[in-house]
């Protein structure tokens, strides 16, 4: 990756947001990664802050990672932060430093400007400019978030041909199978705590795995994604365990795979976002189950599991849907006391629209 | 646990802060949990603010949390977020609202003010008192991080006896099975990413695993921890792999262990944290490794991995040690191009003095 060159582009902005200097931080990952810091620099450690000036760039970092800054980060001059090295002492006079709204907790604003009100220094909150950038990914990027979704695709294989032992394991035991053979297939680990769901418990779209028998004529629902190299997978997949599906479930299912597929097959560079959601909604809707539908159709995908661009129907989260974008497409449908479905792609947008990365089958409701 | 206790506990607390009413929110675990609200209402899921009012609390989530909240969350009304239902409506008129400052960002925080200036609301940042309150742990807690740990020392057991297999797998498979079996041994999962570091990148203290096979005649450094019901467990051992360790690297050993040994026996209710890092500190720098112990001796465990209290150096962060608090105690020398030892246990802190709950072998350098 060419960090010198993303840093260039952070600078280019600093005019028009009215700067001199900014702070790169991340709140997303705490005791992780900081995703915005990784992005420009490389480094990979749980604790990190690059400075952007106009003819220099700082990466500051804690004693625990002198080491592994020094492996890592290469486009900078790193500064181990103690008492005596601070970054308040790298900000110039009489400037302008944006700090990133979103991503500084007001304590530490307030704290940064008592330790720069001596220096005349004005701290100036802007908008996460570098998830501006991050939202349109490069090439090796999207070669990234390919390669994570090929060993989750290799994984649901396995999953459906052997993992699953029916009335012989918990869900917890299946997500730890699960989470255990990412890594064999080289995954670094889960990019979220994996979901897997049965009987009415498909009803949550954010189910915690429990300490429950999977059951023979139940519904199973598996959202599961994987980190390699810094980049996420993301995918769901709802199945049926046994060989005679529930009618209403199965319709079900084909609404929502209608709705997913009109909107992979619609999406195209130059509409909104609510727009993208609205082709799968209206889907939905038109079947009557509007009202099950309680989550945005999909969030982009990159360093982080979740981030820009964010695909919803709520009209203040519209953006333009760009070439190179990588987001999700999931809607679900979730009825209490009865059980849930959810069917979850992988999309990069082309010029002529949606290439679909994930390769898992969904056309109909698999029986395993 | 008693929500409505603990929530009570937080109202007592308005006065002096000077606020009438308190939303609480933490920024902690994005997209996992929200570890204060979770303290104050036992809702497990990622997205939840708890609004505390002089004679009510409400809590809120989003419409991927409604089936769950209404299973979790009993001690209080729970509104399910949207256009039309804000938290900013339920705050009262001509009040003044604290929001806890590490955990707000500041473009929220923004936000937040912009749509409550019509109602004359003042919103004012005070400091993490929940944090203050989960300091101190109650029996219940305690008992549920002894079972947290006692996995951990079972699976070390394993990890020992069995898991390790020089030469035949790298440090990444090794993590895998560590993170495998804990779940199997009950837990949830791992309450951060497992450390397994052989060569000399056990001088890296936040080492990640990686593709490289583990060697005969190397030491190993392992630092893992898990969730269990929430609350974690967190425990390094460092091992040599063969029977004939380096003369200078069992000499760091012991005084590592010294300086641990030291701390736990040392530390009493009513010292200062910055005494208790003290303790080991001095044991290092008297043995001429002062500037290789280059973290913090410790940091409080819960719901969080790292919460308060933190056991350092630095003056600012000191703390009186109080009985019921929960921390760990982990000394470290780190030494480029050679190697690291860490021995890592969580202390809970006594009338009389530490009870280490951590029960895995360290009186010498375990040969496996």
Chains 1, 2 share one sequence.
């Not at 982080?304 to 497409?329: D, G, K, L, Q």
């Amino acid at each position: 990756m060419d960090y010198k060159k993303r840093i260039e582009r952070v600078r280019e902005k600093f005019s028009e947001l009215g700067i001199d200097a900014l702070l790169v931080s991340d709140l997303s990952r705490p005791e992780q990664s900081v995703p915005n810091v990784q992005y420009l620099t490389g480094f990979t450690g749980s604790n990190g802050y690059l400075l952007i000036t106009s003819d220099d760039a700082i990466f500051f970092t804690d004693g625990r990672y002198e080491i592994q800054a020094g492996q890592e980060v290469t486009c900078c001059e790193v500064h181990i932060m103690s008492k005596d090295v601070t970054i308040a002492d790298a900000v110039k006079e009489n400037s302008t430093l944006g700090v990133i709204g979103d991503h500084i907790t007001v304590t530490n604003l307030q704290r940064f400007e008592s330790s720069l009100s001596k220096k005349n220094v004005t701290v100036k909150p802007v908008k996460n400019i570098v998830m501006d950038l991050r939202k349109v990914k490069d090439e090796d990027e999207i070669e990234l978030i390919r390669k994570a979704q090929a060993i989750t695709d290799r994984l649901f294989e396995l999953i459906i041909n052997e993992l699953v032992r029916p009335e012989k394991m918990t869900e917890l035991d299946l997500a730890a199978e699960i989470e255990y053979q990412m890594k064999k297939l080289g995954a670094s680990g889960p990019s979220f705590d994996t979901i897997v769901a049965t009987g009415d418990h498909t009803a949550l779209p954010h189910a915690k795995p429990r300490r429950v028998v999977i059951k023979n004529n139940t519904p199973l629902l598996i959202d599961m994604g994987v980190y390699l190299d810094g980049y996420v997978s993301d995918m769901t997949r709802t199945v049926w365990i046994g060989n005679h599906p529930n009618e209403e479930f199965e319709r079900i299912y084909r609404i929502v795979l209608e709705a997913q597929k009109t909107a992979e097959t619609g999406v195209k560079p130059g509409m909104t976002t609510v727009e993208v959601d609205k082709l799968a909604r209206d889907v939905i809707a038109n079947n009557g189950h509007g009202d099950k539908f309680v989550h945005s159709l999909g969030h982009g995908v990159g360093l982080n599991i979740h981030e820009a661009p964010i695909v919803s129907s709520r009209p203040e989260t519209a953006t333009e849907v760009r070439e190179n974008m990588a987001f999700t497409v999931e809607p679900g449908i979730y009825i209490e006391g009865f059980g849930g479905v959810r069917i979850e792609d992988i999309v990069v947008i082309r010029a002529d629209g949606a290439e679909v990365i994930t390769k898992s089958p969904k056309e109909e409701l698999i029986k395993i």
